[in-house]
T-cell receptor, first 114, second 117 residues
Framework: DARVTQTPRHKVTEMGQEVTMRCQPI?????VFWYRQTMMQGLELLAY????????DSGMPKDRFSAEMPDATLATLKIQPSEPRDSAVYFC????????????FGQGTRLTVV | AQKVTQAQTEISVVEKEDVTLDCVYE???????LFWYKQPPSGELVFLIR??????QNEISGRYSWNFQKSTSSFNFTITASQVVDSAVYFC??????????????FGTGTRLQVTL
């Protein structure tokens, strides 16, 4: 049963600390997306990759957020330093590189910055 | 710019009632995909349906049905004979296929459906 795996599922951290969220996309999927869900903004795209190359990270605060794909089986989203306003659920999604498909979402990482 | 509007923030129904969730979208693309996702209280996003902009046939899957009308830019979702397990937040989403994949999505704000006994 192929699925997108995200770790950790929950993270509580203090303001100023570095946070790293990880995502294992479905094997064979070469597009990977990071979405953030908050009460105020809803679901918004932060960044996405194709074949491990970042194509669009315009939705991401550049000064503190970074997204990478060290290899085809791992995508990371880092926040340094974290702030209380970063508290949200972060979803990773992956999909095949074609039009007629849907994004497959992980279960999300619930981040709380205190 | 793409936009998805779900005007209904929250809907409450009694079990067995039918309920329709509205979705209106804006795009300049001639080819696009529309989606519905369900987010139950557990928090994951569950894919329900994908619809190509060239296919305006309505679709039925069990108690779920979807009405796509290009003329009004709407893609509404109806649950027939609702059940308590249908309680969730439902998101309508629009793809940006200029990326070459339908997975880059613009989401609506969601409609919270509460089904009570």
């Amino acid at each position: 049963d192929a699925r997108v795996t995200q770790t950790p599922r929950h993270k509580v951290t203090e303001m100023g600390q570095e946070v790293t969220m990880r995502c294992q996309p479905i094997l064979g999927h070469n597009t990977v997306f990071w979405y953030r869900q908050t009460m105020m903004q809803g679901l918004e795209l932060l960044a996405y990759f194709r074949n491990r190359a970042p194509l669009d990270d315009s939705g991401m605060p550049k000064d503190r957020f970074s997204a990478e794909m060290p290899d085809a089986t791992l995508a990371t989203l880092k926040i340094q330093p974290s702030e209380p306003r970063d508290s949200a659920v972060y979803f990773c999604a992956s999909g095949p590189d074609r039009e007629n498909t849907e994004a497959f979402f992980g279960q999300g990482t619930r981040l709380t910055v205190v | 710019a793409q936009k998805v509007t779900q005007a209904q923030t929250e809907i409450s129904v009694v079990e067995k009632e039918d309920v329709t969730l509205d979705c209106v979208y804006e795009t300049r693309d001639t080819t696009y995909y529309l989606f519905w996702y369900k987010q139950p209280p557990s928090g994951e996003l569950v894919f329900l349906i994908r619809r190509n902009s060239f296919d305006e046939q309505n679709e039925i899957s069990g108690r779920y049905s979807w009405n796509f009308q290009k003329s009004t830019s709407s893609f509404n979702f109806t649950i027939t004979a609702s059940q308590v397990v249908d309680s969730a937040v439902y998101f309508c989403a629009l793809s940006d296929i200029n990326t070459g994949t339908a997975s880059k999505l613009t989401f609506g704000t969601g409609t919270r459906l509460q089904v009570t006994l």
